[in-house]
């Protein structure tokens, strides 16, 4: 079995002072379309994402994804266990995501800060939840649950936000930093979801990225966005469904500069690009970190 953990690496990265450093992997989101892109040798890529929910049904799909995991790393990711249900999760989902772990061995493990599922209904969405002891507690239990199934930490990633909770009493990254305390799991710092919600919450993204220890930090998230207009206000919406903006690379650069590289992902949900572009948006992730974690090197040295 793989050694679980979320700091694997991957070849080595030259640096300015001589001496190779490790390379966290730069891994891309693996859809249905680009199987038949694969033909031969595997795709020069750290890892790939799959949705857990897209396999839990075995069958070809399964099949076909495990011939690619004989060449690539993959990481899997969750959309639908609802950690912030206060229902608890789903036993049967719960089992089947479970077994989808074993019999992939991923390198990843991640689900997302929110709630889909009420009363046996799935929903859709990944909604949000109010910040408070109430549902850190909640959601710290749901977490624990998931670990203990999977038999290992996860990655817990930040949501994209659209309204703020009145009765909300602890700040975000706060929150996420006690679930880290309270159940050793590590976060997945979703990079455009913090650019979308501090611009549509009002809040200074840096701010929030000081906010968190760096050393929870187990892989960094990459999307794009779209901007919507809302009767004369400007929203932005995390439709993964672009190129990543010029914004979040600049917020990228800072949180890498900031703590350090991680294994990154290129996410890209709706109208799926060929894997080509998805590989070209990986390699800029590259050239980004390098140039984030070189930059400081560059000051002190002048």
């Known amino acids: 079995m793989t050694p679980a953990g979320p700091d694997f690496d991957v070849g080595v990265r030259a640096t300015r002072s001589g001496p190779a450093a490790p390379h966290p992997a730069f891994g891309v989101g693996l859809r249905a379309r680009h199987f038949g892109e694969m033909d031969g040798a595997p795709p020069p890529v750290g890892f790939f994402e799959i949705h857990a929910e897209n396999y839990l049904s075995g069958g070809p799909a399964l099949r076909r ?128 979801n913090v650019h979308v919600s501090g611009r549509n919450l009002g809040w200074d993204p840096r701010v929030w990225l000081a906010g968190i220890d760096g050393a929870a930090i187990g892989e960094f998230h990459l999307a794009g966005h779209a901007v919507n207009d809302a009767d004369g206000e400007e929203i932005l919406i995390d ?12 917020l990228y650069r800072d949180a890498v500069a900031r703590y350090g590289a991680r294994p990154t992902l290129i996410e890209w949900d709706t109208d799926v690009p060929p894997l080509d572009t998805l590989l070209d948006e990986a390699r800029r992730a590259a050239r980004e970190a390098d140039d984030a974690l070189r930059a400081p090197l560059a000051e002190t040295a002048s």
């Open 239 to 250: 439709d993964h469904g672009s190129r990543v903006n010029e914004a979040v690379w600049e």
């Open 65 to 192: 994804l495990e011939r690619v995991r004989e060449g690539t790393a993959l990481s899997v990711h969750g959309v639908g266990l609802s950690l912030g249900s206060a229902e608890g999760l789903d036993p049967a989902h719960l089992r089947r995501v479970a077994g989808l772990v074993d019999r992939l061995d991923p390198v990843l493990v991640s689900e997302h800060l929110s709630w889909s599922v009420v009363g046996g209904a799935y929903l859709n969405d990944l909604l949000p939840l109010p910040y408070t002891e109430e549902s850190l507690a909640i959601v710290a239990a749901n977490v624990r649950w998931f670990q203990d199934a999977v038999r290992r930490p996860v990655l817990i990633e930040n949501p994209s936000s659209y309204l703020a909770f009145r009765h909300s009493t602890i700040p975000e990254p706060e929150f996420l930093m006690a679930l880290v305390a309270r159940t050793g799991c590590r976060l997945l710092c979703d990079v455009n």
